[in-house]
């Protein structure tokens, strides 16, 4: 291999590495991206049920409007396993006042109506505790989010900081011919210095231009 004179192929070798090091970054920054909305999607199903059962539970408080509200309403009793828990809970209590004579008149209406608003409630406070469980899934989405958004901060920084050294690297490997250029004039200069120096005397100062 012949000296590189004027840097060509340090030139080359550089362009060859700066390439291999921008698609390494480039498959680890993708890769990452990848994993980032892989994470993103495990919390998806949780973000929307949880949605659902916010905007469901804030209907049933009347927060939506009366219609709304109604339509809660119905969505919740018209529920089997909602029916299966308020009979239960209904003649449960129904035994207890006929055990106590109070089976009929305004006492049992009563109590059947507190029994159905705290079978209503409990339920209700099922949809609620889904529509927490939504909100910490979508906080988590936002964390992953926002990690992505710094990963993608990171890959451009170490994208930048690298297009740098490359360029920088280029301009100093294209100053090598010059200072080669200018190592050899000095060498030249110096051989003609000794060949015009008589014996005796002192050595005459010869620069580039050809002055003494």
Do not use: C, H
């Amino acid at each position: 291999m012949g000296f590189d004179f004027f840097g060509n192929s340090a030139r080359r070798d550089m362009a060859s590495a700066n390439k291999k090091a921008t698609a390494a970054l480039g498959e680890g920054y993708g890769q990452q991206q990848q994993r980032y909305d892989q994470a993103f999607d495990m919390y998806s199903p949780y973000a929307q049920q949880g949605q659902a059962a916010n905007s469901f539970y804030t209907n049933a408080l009347g927060l939506g409007g009366q219609d709304a509200q109604n339509q809660a309403i119905v969505t919740l009793t018209s529920n089997p396993l909602f029916q299966g828990q308020l009979g239960q809970e209904s003649n449960a209590l129904m035994r207890n006042l006929n055990a106590r004579g109070m089976g009929a008149g305004g006492t049992a209406a009563m109590a059947g109506q507190r029994v159905f608003q705290q079978t209503a409630g409990n339920w209700l406070d099922r949809y609620r505790d889904a529509g927490r469980q939504g909100f910490e899934a979508t906080n988590q989405q936002g964390n992953i989010r926002m990690g992505q958004g710094d990963a993608a901060m990171g890959y451009g920084a170490t994208r930048a900081g690298q297009a740098i050294n490359y360029g920088n690297a280029l301009s100093q490997s294209r100053n090598a011919g010059l200072n080669n250029l200018l190592n050899v004039a000095g060498t030249v200069i110096s051989g003609a210095n000794a060949m015009r120096q008589p014996p005796g005397m002192a050595k005459p100062r010869y620069d580039i231009g050809g002055g003494y």
